[in-house]
């Protein structure tokens, strides 16, 4: 599977919705590829973060 | 024999089945539930704190005054987040408006706000504070399309369903908007977020 063709699947594969045998193949690519698995662990902390962030705030009245 | 032990959580669909049966208190459960969530959603897609207080009190406003209009086919998580999303709309549509009838050329909002955090420390507030200025930034930076459903599904972590039928697009549309919306802000704060590895 290409790099581009990976991007595809990103989200997907994020949020665990792959078929166990296609997420076999993407996992194949990340073990190979330094730039995909880069992209996968920064968005995957970009995720992390902004789900953990919620305002604390008062609603005035 | 072990006694079912009963879930003494009223699920969001019973509350508003008692407030619509008049129970007052049901409500207020209903506000203490979905404020945070219904400000930070529209903080993020309008970027201004005393806008989004509005948008998140007029939502409310109209779930105590139509009440009656929320039927149990769908989630009520679903009919909430479309109300604050049809009011934040019609917000940004409005400063649009604003924007290009505008003699003066002047911003239309230039206030900072900081935004307290009271669940971290002072040092981790102070960097969450950036950070949350920088993510701000990079959502304010997205197309609206995007902007949307990067807020409902990375901070407001809605199922995909749900937003489906919140923005009124087909699921398949909703999944590879995500995925762009996520590859973009990954463009733009890759640099914030280092990889661990080398």
């Known amino acids: 599977m290409s790099c581009k063709e990976v991007c595809n699947y990103f989200s997907a594969y994020l949020d665990g919705e792959l078929s166990e045998t296609l997420k076999k193949e993407i996992d194949v690519h990340f073990n190979n590829c330094s730039h995909c698995r880069a992209i996968l662990n920064k968005a995957y902390s970009i995720r992390q973060y902004m789900s953990t962030y919620i305002f604390d705030i008062e609603i005035s009245d | ?198």
């Open chain 2, 1 to 198: 024999m072990k006694k079912k032990i009963e879930n003494t959580i009223p699920t969001d669909e019973e509350l508003i089945g008692r407030f619509q049966d008049g129970d007052i208190y049901a409500f207020e459960q209903i506000v203490k539930r979905y404020k945070d969530q219904l400000l930070n959603y529209a903080y993020r897609f309008l970027g201004a704190l005393q806008d989004s207080e509005d948008i998140v009190q007029e939502t409310f406003l109209r779930v105590f005054r139509k009440k009656k209009a929320y039927k149990n086919v769908a989630k009520f998580s679903t009919w909430i987040y479309t109300i604050t999303g049809n009011l934040a709309k019609t917000e940004l549509r409005r400063r649009r408006k604003k924007k290009l009838f505008s003699i003066s050329g002047l911003k239309y909002n230039n206030k900072e706000y900081e935004i307290p955090d009271r669940k971290r420390g002072p040092d981790e507030r102070a960097n969450s504070v950036v950070m949350d200025e920088i993510i701000q930034k990079a959502i304010d930076s997205l197309s609206p399309k995007f902007k949307e459903v990067i807020i409902l599904r990375d901070i407001q972590e809605l199922s995909y369903e749900e937003i489906s039928k919140i923005i009124k697009i087909p699921l398949g549309t909703v999944k590879s908007r995500v995925n762009r919306a996520r590859l973009k802000l990954q463009e733009i704060l890759g640099d914030l977020f280092k990889s661990p590895e080398k």
